[in-house]
């Protein structure tokens, strides 16, 4: 695994990447065989595996939200992994009703790629009653 500084950068640039909406970006710091597991609450629900897979997810996620940002508060070294905190903003293309809520995100790195992301949504609830 990757840790430390290298780690911290690797989260650091798939951030700037997904606040630019750069897809390339994004996939550059992602392994070819990343793992995204997303909760079975969810409306997009699942576990994404490979580029394809990470593209997959961003077609479901946007499906259900427009205009998303994710504003970050903080990121950190937890040894086997890296932590964001972060703030999803997003309007549900559905019912056009907004959320803001906190997220973690947990980071896997190695080789100076993301191989595992696990986001915690703050507020599961939340997000099916603001896109029913």
């Given at each position: 695994?990757?840790?430390?500084?290298?780690?911290?950068?690797?989260?650091?640039?798939?951030?700037?990447?997904?606040?630019?909406?750069?897809?390339?970006?994004?996939?550059?710091?992602?392994?070819?065989d990343i793992?995204?597991?997303e909760?079975?609450?969810?409306?997009?629900?699942?576990?994404?595996?490979?580029?394809?897979?990470w593209?997959?997810?961003?077609?479901?996620?946007?499906?259900?939200?427009?205009?998303?940002?994710?504003?970050?508060?903080?990121?950190?070294?937890?040894?086997?992994?890296v932590?964001?905190?972060?703030?999803?903003?997003?309007?549900?293309r559905?019912?056009?009703?907004?959320?803001?809520?906190?997220?973690?995100?947990?980071?896997?790195?190695?080789?100076?790629?993301?191989?595992?992301?696990?986001?915690?949504?703050?507020?599961?609830?939340?997000?099916?009653?603001?896109?029913?």
């Open positions: 695994m990757t840790t430390g500084q290298a780690a911290l950068e690797v989260v650091q640039a798939y951030y700037d990447a997904l606040q630019r909406g750069d897809l390339e970006g994004l996939l550059a710091v992602a392994a070819d793992v995204l597991e909760a079975s609450s969810l409306p997009y629900a699942g576990v994404y595996r490979g580029h394809t897979g593209q997959d997810f961003g077609a479901a996620f946007t499906a259900v939200w427009q205009d998303p940002v994710i504003t970050v508060d903080s990121i950190a070294d937890a040894g086997d992994y932590v964001g905190l972060a703030r999803l903003s997003a309007k549900s559905r019912t056009g009703k907004s959320i803001e809520m906190p997220l973690a995100e947990f980071f896997w790195v190695a080789d100076g790629k993301i191989k595992r992301l696990l986001p915690f949504y703050w507020d599961t609830a939340g997000v099916l009653k603001t896109i029913s």
